[in-house]
C-alpha cells in the first residue's frame, strides 16, 4: 500500500514568485492536512480538507491556500512568497475528519525561497 | 539530511538504556495525544497515541504516560537502540478535530 506521496521533494523559488505543491493521500483516506515545518516555529498547522472542503484553517495569511479533488488528491498553493515562507511542507492523510485515527505524513516538500 | 529543528532539547543515552522523553501541552480540551518519531529528510512517522480516558498504553518498546492533571504526557523506550536516534514530538488535538498541535520536540541520540 502506497504511502502518502509530496511532490516536488525540493523547490527553490524567488521572493514574489508563487508555488503550488501535491499531495497524494493513501488510497482510501478522504481527509488531507497540511503542516508547516521550520526550525524557528517547528510544525504548524496551515488547513485540512475533507471530501473537497476546508474543515480547518490554521493562523496563515491569504497567501496560503489549497484544495482538494474529487480523487481526494491535494494541492496548497503560497502566492507572493517571502523568504519567510522557506521550509518544509508536509502533507498528512487519514480516512476521516475529526481525531479519531492515526495521521500519516508525507516526507514533506521542501521550499527554499530566495 | 535536512535539520528538522535548531536548539531542541537533547537526550543522549548509551545503547541498551531506557529513555524517556517528556512534554508538557497546553490545551485542556484536548482529549487525544500522540508521539511522532522524525528522521532527517523524513516526515513525522507514528508511534503511539493516547486517549484521555487512559493514562497508560504500551506498545513494542514503547510506552506513553498521561497525567491530565498536569498536562504532562511522556515516551519511554525500552532498551533504546542506535535507530532510535531522531526528533520525537508530542501533538495533541481536541475532540472532533483533526488539528495537531505540536511540541517543538526532542533530539534523542543514541550511541552504540
Known amino acids: 500500500k502506497a504511502g502518502v506521496t509530496q511532490t516536488p521533494r525540493y523547490l527553490i523559488k524567488t521572493r514574489g514568485q508563487q508555488v503550488t505543491l501535491s499531495c497524494s493521500p493513501i488510497s482510501g483516506h478522504r481527509s488531507v492536512s497540511w503542516y508547516q515545518q521550520t526550525p524557528g516555529q517547528g510544525l504548524q498547522f496551515l488547513f485540512e480538507y475533507f471530501s473537497e472542503t476546508q474543515r480547518n484553517k490554521g493562523n496563515f495569511p491569504g497567501r496560503f491556500s489549497g484544495r482538494q479533488f474529487s480523487n481526494s488528491r491535494s494541492e496548497m498553493n503560497v502566492s507572493t512568497l517571502e523568504l519567510g515562507d522557506s521550509a518544509l511542507y508536509l502533507c498528512?492523510?487519514?480516512?476521516?475528519?475529526?481525531?479519531?485515527?492515526?495521521?500519516?505524513f508525507g516526507e514533506g516538500s521542501r521550499l527554499t525561497v530566495l | 539530511g535536512e535539520s528538522v529543528g535548531l536548539h531542541l532539547p537533547t537526550l543522549s543515552v548509551q545503547e541498551g538504556d531506557n529513555s524517556i522523553i517528556n512534554c508538557a501541552y497546553s490545551n485542556s480540551a484536548s482529549d487525544y495525544f500522540i508521539w511522532y518519531k522524525q528522521e532527517s529528510g523524513k516526515g513525522p512517522q507514528f508511534i503511539i497515541d493516547?486517549?484521555?480516558?487512559?493514562d497508560k498504553r504500551q506498545g513494542q518498546r514503547v510506552t506513553v504516560l498521561l497525567n491530565k492533571t498536569v498536562k504532562h504526557l511522556s515516551l519511554q523506550i525500552a532498551a533504546t537502540q542506535p535507530g532510535d536516534s531522531a526528533v520525537y514530538f508530542c501533538a495533541e488535538s481536541a475532540s472532533g478535530y483533526s488539528t495537531l498541535t505540536f511540541g517543538k520536540g526532542t533530539m534523542l541520540l543514541v550511541s552504540p
Open positions: 493516547i486517549r484521555s480516558n487512559m
Open positions: 498528512a492523510s487519514s480516512r476521516t475528519s475529526g481525531n479519531t485515527g492515526e495521521l500519516f
